[in-house]
C-alpha cells in the first residue's frame, strides 16, 4: 500500500474511531443500576483509551522521523513521546484500578502523566514560537480570556479538595455500618462473657484493609499519598498552560494550507482539558465516584485528535513536496 492511500486510510480510519468511541459512551456510560459500571464497560473504555494513544504516538513519531515534513519535526517528536508518556501512565492507572481494585487517585502512573504534560507544554510551546505570531487585538483578548477563565475553573476545583477517605472505607466489602454502628448491650441478669470479645472486632474494623494486594502496591501507595494533593495541583496548572496555547494555536494557525492539522492539535487539547477538569471535578465533589463517566470519552477524543491532526500534517506535506516535484 502506498503511503499516501495508507495515510488517507489512517485519517478515515481514526474519524470512524472516534464516532464508536463516543457512541459507545453515550450508549453505556450511564449507570442505571447506581451500583457502579459493569467490568466489561470499564474494561472497553480502558482498551479504547490504550488504542487511541498507541495509535496517536505511532503517528506523530511517524511524522518526527520523516523528512518530508514541513512543520518542525522537534514539535512531532514531543508530542509523539507526551503520547507515549499518556499511554504507559493509562497502563498503571488501568492495573490500579481493575487488576488491584485499588484507588487510582494516585498511582505510579502520575509520573508519566506528568511527563506527558511537559512533553506537550514545551513542544506545542514551540509550535507557536517557531511560528511569527501577528495576532490582532481581539485575538489577545480571547486569548487572556481563555487564560482567565481557566484560572477561575483551576480555583474552584482546588477549592474542592477533600481530605482522603480512610482506607477502610475504600473497601466495597468493608461497610460503614460494620464500623460505626456498636451493638447495644443490654445490662445481663447473669454473667455473661461478652464484653471481651467486642475489642478484637472493633481493632479489626478499624486496620487498614490490605488482604490480598501486595505489599510493594501497599508501599507504593503509602510513599506517593504524600504528594497527592501537589500531583492535583500541577495537573491543573499544566491544564491551564495547555489549554492558553491551544487556544493560541488555534488563532495562530487560522486559514492556511496546514492549518487543519494545528486545529486538530488545538481540539485535542481541548479535550484533554475538559476531561481533565471532569475527573478533577468528579473525584473531589462525588461520592464514590467510579471512573467511566461520559465526559471522560474527552481523553479518546484527545488521542484521536492528535492522530488525526499528525496524520494530516503528513498528508499535506507530502502533497506538498509531489507538486513541487511537478512543477519541476
Same mark, same amino acid.
Request: with cysteine; charged share 15%; proline share 8%.
Given at each position: 500500500m502506498k503511503k499516501s492511500s495508507l495515510t488517507l486510510f489512517a485519517i478515515q480510519f481514526e474519524i470512524l474511531f472516534g464516532f464508536f468511541t463516543l457512541l459507545f459512551f453515550l450508549l453505556f456510560s450511564s449507570s442505571a443500576t447506581g451500583q457502579g459500571y459493569?467490568?466489561?464497560?470499564?474494561?472497553?473504555?480502558?482498551?479504547?483509551?490504550?488504542?487511541a494513544f498507541f495509535l496517536a504516538m505511532i503517528l506523530c513519531l511517524r511524522n518526527a522521523f520523516s523528512s518530508m515534513i514541513v512543520s518542525s519535526r522537534k514539535v512531532w517528536l514531543g508530542i509523539g513521546l507526551g503520547m507515549l508518556c499518556y499511554f504507559?501512565?493509562?497502563?498503571?492507572?488501568?492495573?490500579?484500578?481493575?487488576?488491584?481494585?485499588?484507588?487510582?487517585?494516585?498511582?505510579?502512573?502520575?509520573?508519566?502523566?506528568?511527563?506527558?504534560?511537559?512533553?506537550?507544554?514545551?513542544?506545542?510551546?514551540?509550535?507557536?514560537?517557531?511560528?511569527?505570531?501577528?495576532?490582532?487585538?481581539?485575538?489577545?483578548?480571547v486569548i487572556g480570556a481563555v487564560g482567565a477563565m481557566g484560572v477561575v475553573v483551576a480555583i474552584v476545583l482546588s477549592a474542592g479538595d477533600q481530605p482522603a477517605?480512610?482506607?477502610?472505607?475504600?473497601?466495597?466489602?468493608?461497610?460503614?455500618?460494620?464500623?460505626?454502628?456498636?451493638?447495644?448491650?443490654?445490662?445481663? !441478669?447473669?454473667?455473661?462473657?461478652?464484653?471481651?470479645? %467486642? #475489642?478484637?472486632?472493633?481493632?479489626?474494623? +478499624? @486496620?487498614p484493609v490490605t488482604t490480598g494486594v501486595p505489599g510493594w502496591v501497599v508501599a507504593i501507595e503509602g510513599f506517593l499519598d504524600p504528594f497527592k494533593g501537589l500531583l492535583g495541583f500541577l495537573y491543573l496548572i499544566a491544564d491551564t498552560v495547555l489549554l492558553i496555547i491551544a487556544t493560541t !494555536?488555534?488563532?495562530?494557525?487560522?486559514?492556511?494550507? %496546514? #492549518?487543519?492539522?494545528?486545529?486538530?492539535? +488545538? @481540539?485535542?487539547?481541548?479535550?484533554?482539558?475538559?476531561?481533565?477538569?471532569?475527573?478533577?471535578f468528579a473525584t473531589t465533589r462525588l461520592p464514590n465516584y467510579q471512573s467511566g463517566g461520559l465526559l471522560e470519552v474527552g481523553w479518546v477524543l484527545s488521542a484521536i485528535l492528535f492522530g488525526l491532526g499528525a496524520a494530516?500534517?503528513?498528508?499535506?506535506s507530502h502533497q506538498r513536496r509531489a507538486s513541487s516535484r511537478r512543477r519541476a
Open positions: 459493569p467490568i466489561w464497560y470499564s474494561r472497553g473504555t480502558t482498551i479504547l483509551e490504550l488504542f504507559v501512565g493509562n497502563i498503571f492507572f488501568a492495573y490500579w484500578e481493575l487488576g488491584l481494585k485499588r484507588e487510582p487517585d494516585v498511582s505510579p502512573g502520575d509520573l508519566f502523566y506528568i511527563l506527558s504534560y511537559l512533553f506537550l507544554m514545551v513542544s506545542m510551546g514551540l509550535a507557536v514560537f517557531e511560528r511569527r505570531l501577528n495576532l490582532e487585538g481581539w485575538q489577545y483578548g477517605a480512610p482506607a477502610a472505607q475504600l473497601n466495597p466489602f468493608h461497610t460503614p455500618k460494620a464500623i460505626a454502628a456498636p451493638v447495644p448491650v443490654k445490662t445481663p !441478669l447473669l454473667p455473661v462473657q461478652v464484653a471481651p470479645s %467486642f #475489642a478484637p472486632l472493633v481493632a479489626q474494623a +478499624a @486496620a !494555536l488555534f488563532l495562530a494557525f487560522w486559514g492556511g494550507r %496546514f #492549518a487543519q492539522s494545528w486545529r486538530m492539535i +488545538a @481540539a485535542a487539547t481541548f479535550c484533554l482539558y475538559i476531561a481533565d477538569a471532569w475527573f478533577k494530516l500534517e503528513y498528508r499535506a
